[in-house]
Protein backbone atom coordinates (compact mmCIF):
# COMPACT_ATOMS: atom_id res chain seq x y z
CA UNK A 1 0.00 0.00 0.00
CA UNK A 2 1.79 3.11 -1.37
CA UNK A 3 1.67 6.75 0.64
CA UNK A 4 -0.13 9.63 -1.67
CA UNK A 5 1.84 11.71 -3.50
CA UNK A 6 0.35 15.19 -3.49
CA UNK A 7 3.66 17.24 -3.32
CA UNK A 8 5.53 15.81 -6.53
CA UNK A 9 7.86 13.09 -6.52
CA UNK A 10 11.09 14.93 -5.70
CA UNK A 11 9.70 15.94 -2.42
CA UNK A 12 8.35 12.40 -2.32
CA UNK A 13 12.03 11.37 -2.90
CA UNK A 14 13.80 13.49 -0.12
CA UNK A 15 11.44 12.44 2.34
CA UNK A 16 12.19 8.68 1.79
CA UNK A 17 16.20 9.91 2.07
CA UNK A 18 14.65 11.69 5.67
CA UNK A 19 12.64 9.07 7.10
CA UNK A 20 15.35 6.33 6.11
CA UNK A 21 16.04 4.46 9.76
CA UNK A 22 19.80 5.91 9.72
CA UNK A 23 20.66 4.97 13.40
CA UNK A 24 17.80 3.39 14.84
CA UNK A 25 18.02 0.65 17.84
CA UNK A 26 17.77 -2.66 16.64
CA UNK A 27 15.40 -4.23 18.70
CA UNK A 28 17.02 -7.19 20.24
CA UNK A 29 13.74 -10.34 19.93
CA UNK A 30 15.43 -9.51 15.78
CA UNK A 31 18.93 -8.66 16.74
CA UNK A 32 20.08 -11.57 14.85
CA UNK A 33 17.51 -12.50 12.50
CA UNK A 34 17.84 -13.12 8.52
CA UNK A 35 15.90 -14.39 5.46
CA UNK A 36 17.35 -16.84 3.01
CA UNK A 37 15.94 -17.22 -0.49
CA UNK A 38 17.65 -18.58 -3.38
CA UNK A 39 18.32 -16.54 -6.51
CA UNK A 40 16.07 -18.14 -8.57
CA UNK A 41 13.01 -17.86 -6.47
CA UNK A 42 13.82 -14.54 -5.79
CA UNK A 43 14.03 -13.69 -9.67
CA UNK A 44 10.93 -15.41 -9.66
CA UNK A 45 9.08 -13.36 -7.04
CA UNK A 46 10.20 -10.20 -8.24
CA UNK A 47 9.45 -10.75 -12.46
CA UNK A 48 5.94 -11.72 -11.02
CA UNK A 49 5.60 -8.64 -9.06
CA UNK A 50 7.20 -6.47 -12.27
CA UNK A 51 4.99 -8.25 -14.85
CA UNK A 52 1.36 -8.10 -12.40
CA UNK A 53 2.38 -4.37 -11.64
CA UNK A 54 2.86 -3.76 -15.44
CA UNK A 55 4.06 0.00 -14.58
CA UNK A 56 0.70 1.09 -13.01
CA UNK A 57 -0.46 -0.98 -10.27
CA UNK A 58 0.68 -2.44 -6.71
CA UNK A 59 1.25 -6.56 -6.21
CA UNK A 60 2.13 -8.41 -3.57
CA UNK A 61 3.68 -11.98 -2.67
CA UNK A 62 3.68 -14.20 0.07
CA UNK A 63 6.68 -16.07 0.82
CA UNK A 64 6.55 -19.46 2.91
CA UNK A 65 8.77 -22.22 4.03
CA UNK A 66 10.48 -22.35 7.44
CA UNK A 67 11.38 -21.03 10.36
CA UNK A 68 14.89 -22.33 12.28
CA UNK A 69 16.08 -20.16 15.58
CA UNK A 70 16.45 -16.78 13.64
CA UNK A 71 16.39 -17.60 9.82
CA UNK A 72 13.87 -17.85 7.87
CA UNK A 73 14.05 -19.94 4.18
CA UNK A 74 11.63 -19.07 1.71
CA UNK A 75 10.85 -22.19 -0.06
CA UNK A 76 7.75 -20.66 -1.96
CA UNK A 77 5.82 -18.00 -3.09
CA UNK A 78 2.21 -17.22 -3.33
CA UNK A 79 1.16 -14.15 -5.77
CA UNK A 80 -1.74 -12.30 -4.08
CA UNK A 81 -3.19 -12.70 -7.91
CA UNK A 82 -2.86 -15.86 -8.15
CA UNK A 83 -4.48 -16.45 -4.71
CA UNK A 84 -7.60 -14.13 -5.25
CA UNK A 85 -8.39 -10.81 -7.22
CA UNK A 86 -6.03 -8.50 -5.66
CA UNK A 87 -8.01 -5.47 -6.91
CA UNK A 88 -4.63 -4.12 -7.36
CA UNK A 89 -4.84 0.00 -7.77
CA UNK A 90 -1.93 2.31 -8.32
CA UNK A 91 -1.90 2.82 -4.39
CA UNK A 92 -3.52 -0.25 -2.67
CA UNK A 93 -4.44 -3.99 -2.80
CA UNK A 94 -6.10 -6.62 -1.15
CA UNK A 95 -6.11 -9.96 -0.24
CA UNK A 96 -9.22 -11.82 0.86
CA UNK A 97 -9.91 -13.60 3.57
CA UNK A 98 -10.87 -16.22 1.11
CA UNK A 99 -7.33 -16.51 -0.11
CA UNK A 100 -6.11 -16.75 3.16
CA UNK A 101 -7.84 -19.97 4.46
CA UNK A 102 -6.59 -20.97 0.87
CA UNK A 103 -3.09 -19.96 1.27
CA UNK A 104 -3.27 -21.57 5.67
CA UNK A 105 -4.51 -24.49 4.13
CA UNK A 106 -1.81 -25.26 1.47
CA UNK A 107 0.93 -24.34 4.51
CA UNK A 108 -0.87 -27.15 6.50
CA UNK A 109 -0.73 -29.36 3.58
CA UNK A 110 3.16 -28.50 2.96
CA UNK A 111 3.86 -28.32 6.53
CA UNK A 112 4.93 -24.20 6.30
CA UNK A 113 4.88 -21.49 7.98
CA UNK A 114 4.48 -17.85 6.77
CA UNK A 115 8.10 -16.16 6.25
CA UNK A 116 6.78 -13.25 5.02
CA UNK A 117 5.61 -11.00 2.29
CA UNK A 118 6.92 -8.76 -0.39
CA UNK A 119 4.81 -5.94 -2.63
CA UNK A 120 5.68 -2.98 -4.95
CA UNK A 121 5.50 0.94 -4.33
CA UNK A 122 5.26 3.40 -7.17
CA UNK A 123 8.07 5.41 -6.67
CA UNK A 124 10.62 5.35 -4.01
CA UNK A 125 8.92 5.29 -0.38
CA UNK A 126 9.36 2.32 0.90
CA UNK A 127 8.45 2.48 4.51
CA UNK A 128 5.10 0.72 5.16
CA UNK A 129 1.96 2.48 4.86
CA UNK A 130 -0.52 2.37 7.89
CA UNK A 131 -2.64 0.02 6.10
CA UNK A 132 0.63 -2.00 5.43
CA UNK A 133 1.33 -2.32 9.37
CA UNK A 134 -2.13 -2.97 10.07
CA UNK A 135 -2.20 -5.83 7.68
CA UNK A 136 -2.76 -8.68 9.95
CA UNK A 137 -1.40 -11.92 7.96
CA UNK A 138 0.79 -12.73 10.40
CA UNK A 139 1.67 -11.50 13.42
CA UNK A 140 4.93 -13.48 14.66
CA UNK A 141 8.09 -11.67 15.71
CA UNK A 142 9.88 -12.14 13.00
CA UNK A 143 7.77 -11.96 10.25
CA UNK A 144 9.51 -10.22 7.33
CA UNK A 145 7.90 -7.27 5.18
CA UNK A 146 9.65 -6.25 1.99
CA UNK A 147 8.64 -3.02 -0.34
CA UNK A 148 10.16 -2.44 -3.68
CA UNK A 149 9.88 0.41 -5.28
CA UNK A 150 8.72 1.77 -8.52
CA UNK A 151 6.42 -1.13 -9.08
CA UNK A 152 9.59 -3.59 -9.35
CA UNK A 153 10.26 -1.62 -13.00
CA UNK A 154 14.18 -1.36 -11.59
CA UNK A 155 17.10 -4.20 -11.03
CA UNK A 156 17.10 -5.46 -8.11
CA UNK A 157 18.86 -2.96 -4.74
CA UNK A 158 18.62 -4.04 -1.83
CA UNK A 159 19.72 -0.46 -0.82
CA UNK A 160 16.54 0.86 -2.24
CA UNK A 161 14.70 -1.92 -1.03
CA UNK A 162 12.13 -1.79 2.02
CA UNK A 163 13.21 -4.67 4.82
CA UNK A 164 10.96 -4.75 8.03
CA UNK A 165 10.60 -7.43 10.49
CA UNK A 166 8.08 -7.60 13.18
CA UNK A 167 8.89 -6.77 16.59
CA UNK A 168 7.22 -7.29 19.97
CA UNK A 169 6.05 -3.63 19.58
CA UNK A 170 5.26 -3.11 16.05
CA UNK A 171 7.89 -2.76 12.82
CA UNK A 172 11.22 -2.12 12.78
CA UNK A 173 12.76 -0.80 9.51
CA UNK A 174 16.25 -2.13 8.67
CA UNK A 175 18.87 0.45 7.35
CA UNK A 176 20.81 -0.06 3.96
CA UNK A 177 23.68 -1.92 5.67
CA UNK A 178 21.58 -3.96 7.69
CA UNK A 179 19.09 -4.98 4.83
CA UNK A 180 22.25 -6.03 3.13
CA UNK A 181 23.49 -8.61 5.96
CA UNK A 182 19.87 -10.04 6.81
CA UNK A 183 18.32 -10.75 3.44
CA UNK A 184 20.68 -13.17 1.87
CA UNK A 185 19.81 -15.09 -1.71
CA UNK A 186 23.17 -16.93 -2.44
ZN1 LIG B 1 2.44 -0.64 0.80
Not at 36 to 45: D, K, M, N, S, V
Not at 51 to 65: C, L, Q, V
Request: charged share 25%.
Amino acid sequence: MGKRNKSGGRILKLLAKVTTPARVRIPPEVANDSLRITPELLAHTLEGLKTRSAGYRESGAIWTGHVSGTTSLVQDVHFYHDLCDDKGRALSLELSEEAKYKLYQQLADREQVLVGMIHTHPESWVDLSWVDRENQLCSRIGFWSLVVPYYGKRSWCIGTTGVHIRTDSGWHWFNKGEASKRIISE
